[in-house]
């Protein structure tokens, strides 16, 4: 079965920076684009990141747009979004997710605090 899981979070000071990771089994990790979504308190969750199943392309929302990359390792199969320049309007639990054949699959996600 498809399992996505996140790395831990952490309490970050304004301006730091922090890495997180998803490791991802049960599926093709080659063939899919991944993403990364935030839902901050209050707020609906939104598309933080996203790239292509080759990594050759990325795309961002405009709020991080320039402090946010994401990566993937498909040896690893692994995706990575590195957060620098941490704002505390960054706070929120940080999901891994892919679509696959029309379902959306999530992690369980991880807590990030700035």
């Known amino acids: 079965q498809v399992q996505l899981v996140e790395s831990a979070g952490g309490l970050v000071q304004p301006g730091g920076s922090l890495r997180l990771s998803c490791a991802a089994s049960g599926f093709p990790f080659r063939d899919y684009a991944m993403s990364w979504y935030r839902q901050a308190p209050g707020k609906e969750r939104e598309l933080a990141a996203t790239i292509t199943s080759t990594g050759g392309t990325s795309g961002y929302t405009d709020s991080v747009q320039g402090r946010f990359t994401i990566s993937r390792d498909n040896g690893k199969n692994t995706v990575y979004l590195q957060l620098n320049t941490l704002k505390p309007e960054d706070t929120a639990i940080y999901y891994c997710?892919?679509?696959?054949?029309?379902?959306?699959?999530w992690g369980k996600g991880t807590q990030v605090t700035a």
């Open positions: 997710s892919t679509m696959i054949r029309g379902e959306r699959y």
